[in-house]
């Protein structure tokens, strides 16, 4: 059984602040890693992806992949009120028709 | 932008009943997921189809099942609803490997 597995919650951070979420995977052949953000009542939506290990980053959102550690992260900078929120990492594993497999999230509270 | 259309978004059945989740995706992708949500227990999927009258089981398909008779629709199916089954229901698609889009998502309450 493929597992993700996200950092216990609930994370609460100032606002101005970096949050950190972390995310392992037990499966060694997984090849593209995913942070979905959800609000309450929503569907989740896509924030980031990774492919490499290494750093990408799209505005105040940093991904973060170590495939040999099997952890993939999600830093927010500069943390606003909107982005409380579910986030749920995702992970995929090799071929065009591989499943997607979930962690439980985890909530993120930012305190004005 | 992906758009995947559930058309049911709030439901509310008895147990028993013979449900159906409707779910289009206007992008021509290959793959489509059914998964649910429940507090606690994140997403588990439920069903995926990676063609046209192919599909393959995820980690809960018991008391489910699909249909996918065209490559833009993809159904689930309760064939006899129970309390259990109560949750929120997320439709996704995908092209190849790469990410999902999800559907808004609708909302089962069975009685």
């Known amino acids: 059984q493929k597992e993700v597995e996200q950092n216990s919650g609930p994370l609460s951070v100032p606002e101005g602040a970096i949050a950190s979420l972390n995310c392992t995977y037990s499966?060694?052949?997984?090849?593209?890693f995913f942070w979905y953000r959800q609000y309450s009542g929503k569907s989740p939506e896509l924030i980031m992806f990774?492919?490499?290990?290494g750093d990408k980053e799209d505005g105040r959102f940093t991904a973060q992949l170590n495939k040999a550690s099997q952890y993939v992260s999600l830093l927010i900078r500069d943390s606003q009120p909107s982005d409380s929120a579910t986030y749920l990492c995702?992970?995929?594993?090799?071929?065009?028709?591989?499943?997607?497999?979930f962690g439980k999230g985890i909530t993120l509270s930012v305190r004005p | 932008d992906v758009k995947v259309t559930q058309s049911s978004r709030y439901l509310v059945k008895r147990t028993g009943e013979k449900v159906f989740l409707e779910c289009v995706q206007d992008?021509?992708?290959?793959?489509m997921f059914w998964y649910r949500q429940d507090p606690g227990l994140g997403l588990r999927l439920i069903y995926f189809?990676?063609?046209?009258?192919?599909?393959e089981k995820g980690d809960i398909p018991e008391g489910y099942s699909v249909s996918r008779e065209k490559k833009e629709r993809f159904s689930l199916i309760l064939e006899s609803a129970s309390t259990n089954q109560t949750s929120m229901y997320l439709c996704?698609?995908?092209?190849?490997?790469?990410?999902?889009?999800f559907g808004e998502g609708s909302w089962l309450t069975v009685v």
């Open positions: 992008m021509d992708h290959e793959n």
């Open positions: 995702a992970v995929n594993g090799a071929g065009a028709n591989s499943k997607l497999t």
């Open positions: 990774i492919y490499s290990n």
């Open positions: 499966d060694r052949g997984s090849q593209s």
């Open positions: 189809s990676y063609d046209v009258k192919m599909k």
């Open positions: 996704a698609s995908r092209s190849g490997g790469n990410t999902i889009y």
